[in-house]
T-cell receptor, first 117, second 115 residues
Framework: AQTVTQSQPEMSVQEAETVTLSCTYD???????LFWYKQPPSRQMILVIR??????QNATENRFSVNFQKAAKSFSLKISDSQLGDTAMYFC??????????????FGKGTKLSVKP | KAGVTQTPRYLIKTRGQQVTLSCSPI?????VSWYQQTPGQGLQFLFE???????NKGNFPGRFSGRQFSNSRSEMNVSTLELGDSALYLC??????????????FGAGTRLSVL
């Protein structure tokens, strides 16, 4: 069974600084997708970034980038120039989406990030 | 384009009752997934529907059921409510195929409290 582990329950960072959130996963599959979602206090789950396992190039979205290490099964999220609005729970998630796994995102327990002014 | 809409936003029920939650996906999205979020168990997959068919189901008791209509709107039902069913229920829709990129877009959730 696939699992996703986020080892940092809580983190804090000063505004304008950089922070890295860790995520590891376990799977025997070769083709899969990895995601970081953000859930602010409003509870709306928002996609931050997406990575396809067959792509070696790390995904980037503005201030957000990932370090995807397929062999190590590691998928960390780096947030540069942190802003107060980045304060939220961050969830790492995994999906294969075939062979009976359709629509099933497997989530980690989350990392609560606080950005301090 | 309107996002994923879940109704109602909040619900209070008593043990033994049943409840129905509704989810309207993004226009054009035919896949709808449901998740339960609790402080103890985190986010857990309930089931996924595509073109009115349940394609995948998580490890939940039979009291949890769902369906999807021809317009892709989905409902989930929980019968004989238990205190442990108190949770945030999230619905997500996605666009099948290469263009969809396997991205799920979430609604704001329905907060269910069972007393």
């Amino acid at each position: 069974a696939q699992t996703v582990t986020q080892s940092q329950p809580e983190m804090s960072v000063q505004e304008a600084e950089t922070v890295t959130l860790s995520c590891t996963y376990d799977t025997s599959e070769n083709n899969y997708y990895l995601f970081w979602y953000k859930q602010p206090p409003s509870r709306q789950m928002i996609l931050v970034i997406r990575q396809e396992a067959y792509k070696q190039q790390n995904a980037t979205e503005n201030r957000f980038s990932v370090n995807f290490q397929k062999a190590a099964k590691s998928f960390s999220l780096k947030i540069s120039d942190s802003q107060l609005g980045d304060t939220a729970m961050y969830f790492c998630a995994f999906m294969t989406n075939y062979g009976g796994s359709q629509g099933n995102l497997i989530f980690g327990k989350g990392t609560k990030l606080s950005v301090k002014p | 384009k309107a996002g994923v809409t879940q109704t109602p936003r909040y619900l209070i029920k008593t043990r033994g009752q049943q409840v129905t939650l509704s989810c309207s996906p993004i226009s054009g999205h035919r896949s709808v997934s449901w998740y339960q979020q609790t402080p103890g168990q985190g986010l857990q997959f309930l089931f996924e529907y595509f073109s009115e068919t349940q394609r995948n189901k998580g490890n939940f008791p039979g009291r949890f059921s769902g369906r999807q209509f021809s317009n892709s709107r989905s409902e989930m039902n929980v019968s004989t409510l238990e205190l442990g069913d108190s949770a945030l229920y999230l619905c997500a829709s996605s666009l099948e195929g290469v263009g969809g990129k396997n991205i799920q877009y979430f609604g704001a959730g329905t907060r269910l409290s069972v007393l």
